[in-house]
């Protein structure tokens, strides 16, 4: 999937977030605490910061200090890859057809590929799929215990990235579902039994996750920044998926998947199935950030769909050449079981290991090979310009504006010799200052006086910027550094 969906390992480091968090857990090991106001910005400088991701930020510290960038993106891919283990046993524990988990894992790979950075929010796939396998066998089997291991690993969910919440949300769509089917099926003792222990056990998780260095102010903080519209309205990963996209075919092609099975299971009567298909595809809908997540939760109803619609196939299908294709599949899956049943597969799981091993040494030594570079794309991110700036003062005298975009990578590559104005952390700044970010970005009238407010006085742009054109014909500003890039300006004494 790395190197067909994407561009290769450049893909995992396309955004510059990765930076800050590498410097904040750096920050953390030194310090031996987490921090509580700010160390990055000038614009911000001591106020209130909720590091929601701080455990997260201490790992990838300590694995760029032993394997650099290469060593990030490595264990990216494996969190990625115990992903997919997750997602394929889901899908085979609920389905019984090894073929179609296959397929379907393969599926629901792809499509997060859309969201595959290497940062923080790549465990929130991996804890839903294990809230959804202990989910699934509670809901299959009826065994209660399993639910006891959720509050322990909501711990540890909510100190890695603040996608906690999702497996409350499941806990309490299991309880409603179960609630409903049970009373379709006039059982309601039983139903409301079972329900309640879901419904105990997200307290429980709700409670576990108060275990974190900012108790329940988490909760608010985290609450508030998702309910905020400005993020939705101007950042790209809250917003829709481009369907003209080449990764969007992956998704649409599950997302018709689950709707269609949404309904199946719909007339079977398994509410739990329903739930989570049409909820979680229309959160997808609303955001590509919850896309990675849909497809984690998508592929157990699909895959148990999918295995009923073959069987319907061998019994209803009078269409001969869709009968050979159904004997075709069930042909492949007699193989897969004998395979799955054989002792001589004892060591085949070697060969994944063996696999990042390789990959591991290609980052080492990738060559000419662009795909196996484990490094921000020079093209994207203002490398030339970074090396310059840190030939500069070494103080804190240069009070520089930037992007957010690149903000995360100027505190990678320059931090703390220099503080930026604004980078991802887009829930601490807050919508007014972001906004007022953007109005120099896009050359609004009254962008010099928001620099002035700020006491700016040098501006790294891409070279096609809006706010780089203005400052060409500004006499108070000077150019100082340019390449293909990126553009340096520094404010000087004179009048325009």
């Not at 968090?21 to 921090?35: A, C, D, K, S």
């Not at 073929?99 to 839903?128: D, K, N, Y």
């Not at 003792?189 to 329900?195: D, L, M, Q, T, V």
């Not at 990578?409 to 970010?437: K, M």
Request: net charge positive.
């Amino acid at each position: 999937m790395l190197f067909w969906c994407t561009t290769g390992v450049g893909w995992l480091l396309a955004d510059s977030d990765t930076g800050w968090h590498i410097r904040t857990g750096e920050w953390i090991l030194t310090n031996g605490h987490v921090p509580a106001t700010d160390i990055f910005s000038f614009t911000k400088t001591g106020m209130p910061w909720f590091a929601w991701e701080w455990l997260s930020d201490v790992f990838m510290a300590g694995i760029h200090y032993v394997a650099g960038l290469g060593g990030l993106v490595l264990a990216s891919l494996v969190l990625l890859g115990l992903t997919s283990v997750w997602v394929y046993k889901n899908a085979v524990a609920e389905s019984g057809h090894r073929l179609i988990a296959m397929v379907l894992t393969s599926l629901a790979m792809a499509a997060s590929t859309i969201h595959w950075l290497a940062r923080p929010h790549l465990v929130t796939p991996l804890m839903t799929a294990a809230f959804l396998w202990v989910l699934g066998r509670v809901h299959r089997d009826g065994a209660l215990q399993p639910l006891l291991v959720l509050p322990p690993l909501t711990i540890l969910w909510v100190n890695l990235h603040g996608g906690f919440f999702v497996g409350i949300v499941l806990l309490i769509t299991f309880a409603l579902g179960t609630l409903g089917e049970e009373l379709i099926r006039s059982g309601m003792h039983r139903g409301s039994s079972r329900a309640r222990k879901y419904l105990v056990t997200a307290g429980a998780c709700a409670v576990a996750s108060l275990v974190n260095p900012y108790g329940y102010r988490l909760h608010i903080h985290v609450l508030q920044y998702l309910t905020t519209s400005f993020y939705v309205q101007r950042i790209s990963e809250f917003q829709s998926i481009d369907f003209h996209s080449f990764n969007a075919a992956y998704f649409e092609t599950l997302l018709v998947l689950s709707i269609a099975a949404a309904f199946w299971h719909l007339g079977s009567g398994r509410l739990v199935h329903v739930m989570l298909l049409l909820s979680w595809s229309h959160l997808a809908l609303f955001s590509v950030r919850n896309i990675p997540i849909f497809a984690v939760i998508a592929v157990p109803g699909v895959a148990l769909a999918l295995r009923e619609w073959l069987a319907h196939v061998r019994l209803q299908c009078s269409l001969r050449w869709l009968w050979k294709l159904r004997s075709n599949l069930a042909e492949l899956e007699a193989g897969l079981q004998v395979i799955a049943s054989s002792h001589k597969r004892d060591r085949w799981h070697l060969v994944p290991c063996l696999t990042l091993l390789v990959l591991a040494v290609l980052f080492i030594h990738p060559g000419r090979v662009k795909a196996l570079r484990a490094e921000f794309d020079r093209n994207r991110f203002p490398a030339d310009a970074a090396t310059f700036l840190s030939g500069q003062q070494t103080d804190h005298s240069i009070r520089l504006y930037s992007s957010w975009q690149w903000g995360g990578y100027l505190i990678y590559r320059l931090w703390p010799s220099l503080r930026v104005f604004d980078d991802g952390r887009t829930d601490f700044y807050g919508p007014a200052f972001v906004e007022e970010g953007l109005q120099v970005w896009d050359a609004c009238p009254d962008w010099a006086s928001i620099l002035a407010r700020y006491r700016v006085n040098a501006a790294l742009l891409p070279v096609d910027s809006a706010v780089a054109t203005v400052l060409h014909e500004r006499r108070d500003w000077e150019l100082v550094y340019k390449d293909r890039v990126a553009v340096l300006f520094e404010k000087t004494d004179n009048g325009k």
